[in-house]
Structure formats: C-alpha cells, structure tokens
C-alpha cells in the first residue's frame, strides 16, 4: 500500500495518524485506509495511493460539468480516480466514488503527460470530476499547474467537503468549479450523505469571498427529500444573500441508483418549480438539467430579458454575447468567462486513452 506522501495529517497520542483533509478527520492505524479509500496511514504517515492513476479520460461538453458561464461550447478533458469522502446513498457515479478496488484505475498520466494531452486534443480545461478531487489533491494540484503553464484551465466538480487549510490551498490553483449543494438540511446531509451541510457551505462562502474562481452550484433534486418549496426557498435565499444574485444555480433531475432505488425519477415540474422559485428570490442565473428544456437551459439577460445563449440539451443555438461578455441589445454584462466566439463542441463525449 505504498503511495504519494500528502500534507494535512498528524500523529495522535495514541499512535495513529488523523487525516485533516476533511471534516471527516478519519484516525488510522498502520495499513488502514480513511473512508474515502484512497488515503491511508504506511509506515506511520497519510500517503495518496492513487496519485497519477485515473478510472478513465473523456472529452466532455463544459456544460455537462455543469458550467453554464464557463467557455461554452468548449470541450473538457474529464477524468477522476477512485473512492469518495462522502457516502451518498444516491449516488450517480457509484462505481467510481464507491470503488474499493484499485485496479480499476486502468489509466495512468503524470500532470505533465495530462496536460499535454489536453492540448493537442484542443481542449480549452481539464476536470476532475466523476469522483471529488478533495481526496486526491495533491494530483489535481500538480495537473492544475502543469495546465496553467500550457494554458490549459483547470474545473473542480466538488461536493466542497473539505477542511479550511488545505481548501486555500486548492482553489489557488483552479479556474472554476460546480459545488454539488446537496440540499439545505442537516438532516439530509447526515442521514443520506453521511456528512454535516456547514463545511459545504463555508466552502461555497470562502469561494465567494476569497477567490477569483468562477463557480456554479448545482442540487439533484430528490422526490421527497429535498425538493419541498419551503427547502428550495431557503436554498435560494442563502445563495442571494451570501453569495449575491450571480451566482448560477442548477436544478438537476434524479434518477434511480446505487442505495436510492425505491424513489421515483424527479418530474420535469419539479425542477420548472424550483428555477422560478430561485428567480423570484432574486438569483438572476438558474437553470435545469438532466431534463430536456429549451427555456431552463437558457441564460438570459438580467437587463433585458432577451436570451443570451440557448441551449438545446448541449448544443447552443442562439449567442448574443459581445467581445466583452456583454448583452448585444443593451450592454448588461453577463457575469462568467467567455470568448469572443462560443466554442463547437455540442453534445460529443469521446473517451480516450493517454
């Protein structure tokens, strides 16, 4: 079980090490591993064992991340490892998250390697995603500089579970992220996630407040768990009144998996109900997903009201965008980065091998 040696740990009296990477702060003796499954206490110290190892790569659209207001149109190199420091019992990509087996990590690259890699397919960023990069940090922070250097962006698909010392850290290094805000109860978090929601929230704070990282916020909603009006409208009116009116939010539709079989697949109207709820409170950016829905995928100006860029799934039919980001009937800036030009990337997803 050799590995990466990793910061943020230390030794406790009693001879094991805790890992200080996340509020879980797992205490290990020699040969154990932490929940996430991926750090683990060698020779009396926390190593990384899947450093350069990833469960695969793909080329994604950006808006699949979801990114919204992030190069558009572009496409994404996405990779993840494996393991998770959550517990979700709905998970989407439980046979990544919730692997124990190191062996399907089929796919090796050194950061240098990736990063090149991202280039000469022409893709404009990396994410890490599939999996929370917080449990492979140190292997997300070398990409993200290796990235930098080639001018490469770097994208972090994050449940924001992470402790404050090593979260600075991180989002020195990315361009942007998509924080899943699982719901807006302790409840929710502690019986279904196996988590507590204030870390994720102070994640979402910190990344307001202390960074340039552009960042959207994304929330599964699940029939008779969190989707209730009263739960969205406080959701929505922390977002505006700590984080501001731009901060995008995505509604997006459950299905079925993992431990969560017994709930049906979410309603189209339920996520209709929620963007317009979001809208009312005054978050100027919300949109649906995993629905198809031409007028929730939508941005629209905060000034005007006339459509900024439409979407179709994951093709963009309409741009109305200047140089500068601005809206092209009355000049409102959109708040995001964009080119001059949208990226064509559409809806492919192309898997690839390094």
Same mark, same amino acid.
């Given at each position: ?297 939508? =941005?629209? $100006?905060? @000034?005007?009201?006339? +459509?900024?860029? %439409? ?9 109305? #965008? ?9 000049? =409102?800036? $959109?708040? @995001?980065?964009?080119? +001059?030009?949208? %990226? ?9 091998? #390094?």
């Amino acid at each position: 079980m050799r590995g990466f040696v990793v910061r943020y740990w230390h030794r406790l009296d009693d001879g094991r090490v805790q890992c200080d990477m996340c509020p879980r702060y797992c205490k290990l003796r020699n040969g154990q591993r932490g929940s996430c499954f991926v750090r683990a206490c060698h020779d009396g110290e926390i190593v990384l064992t899947t450093y350069g190892r990833s469960s695969g790569f793909c080329i994604d659209p950006i808006e699949k991340k979801p990114l919204n207001h992030f190069l558009p149109g572009t496409p994404v190199l996405s990779f993840g490892t494996a393991g998770c420091n959550l517990a979700c019992h709905f998970c989407q990509n439980w046979d990544i998250s919730k692997s124990r087996e190191i062996d399907t990590l089929a796919d090796q690259a050194s950061p240098d390697r990736l990063a090149k890699a991202a280039k000469e397919l022409g893709c404009r960023s990396v994410a890490f995603t599939y999996n929370d990069p917080v449990i492979f940090h140190e292997y997300a922070i070398d990409v993200a500089q290796a990235c930098r250097g080639l001018g490469i962006k770097t994208v972090a698909v994050t449940a924001g579970y992470v402790c404050p010392e090593p979260r600075e850290e991180f989002y020195r290094y990315m361009d942007a992220a998509n924080v899943d805000l699982k719901a807006f109860t302790e409840r929710f978090y502690s019986r279904i996630c196996v988590g507590h929601l204030q870390p994720v929230l102070d994640t979402l704070v910190y990344l307001k407040k202390n960074t340039s990282v552009w960042f959207e916020i994304t929330t599964l909603l699940i029939p008779g768990e969190n989707d209730s009006e009263d739960e969205i409208e406080e959701l929505t009116q922390w977002v505006r009144k700590h984080l501001g009116p731009d901060v995008p939010i995505h509604f997006t539709a459950f299905h079925p998996d993992w431990k969560m079989l017994d709930k049906p697949t979410t309603p189209p109207l339920t996520l209709t109900r929620a963007r317009k709820i979001a809208i009312k409170n005054g978050i100027r950016y919300a949109y649906t997903g995993n629905v198809h829905d031409e007028e929730g995928g939508g =941005t629209y $100006c905060h @000034g005007c009201g006339k +459509k900024l860029i %439409g979407r179709d799934w994951y093709v963009l039919t309409d741009w109305n #965008l200047d140089d500068e980001g601005r809206c092209t009937y009355c000049e =409102t800036e $959109c708040p @995001g980065l964009f080119e +001059k030009a949208p %990226g064509d990337w559409g809806p492919k997803r192309l898997p690839v091998r #390094l």
